[in-house]
């Protein structure tokens, strides 16, 4: 079955990097665009980030494009997040998600916070 597992979250200071991971497992990594969202305290859950299956294109969040650097390796069934100079309003659990054969997958998350 399909697995999404994020790690690499945890307590970052103002102006800190983080990145972040996903490995998928249950389908065939290489075929599929990955995407990268976001859902902070009361708030809706946004994209954050995008990257189509071979990492050729690209796109991100117009509030975060310039601080996010999205990738994959498809040899490691693998999508990363790099964040950089995070804000407090950063903070977020952070999601995979992969669209297959018109279903929506979703992995548990990973929490982000910045806080000094």
């Known amino acids: 079955q399909v697995q999404l597992v994020e790690s690499g979250g945890g307590l970052v200071q103002p102006g800190g990097s983080r990145r972040l991971a996903c490995v998928a497992s249950g389908f065939t990594f290489s075929y599929y665009a990955m995407k990268w969202y976001r859902q902070a305290p009361g708030k809706e859950r946004e994209l954050v980030a995008a990257?189509?299956?071979?990492?050729?294109?690209?796109t991100y969040a117009d509030s975060m494009k310039d601080r996010l650097t999205i990738s994959r390796d498809n040899v490691k069934n693998t999508v990363y997040l790099q964040m950089n100079s995070l804000k407090p309003e950063d903070t977020a659990v952070y999601y995979c998600?992969?669209?297959?054969?018109?279903?929506?997958?979703w992995g548990q998350g990973t929490q982000v916070t910045v806080s000094s």
């Open positions: 990257i189509s299956s071979t990492g050729g294109s690209t």
């Open positions: 998600y992969a669209l297959i054969r018109f279903r929506g997958y």
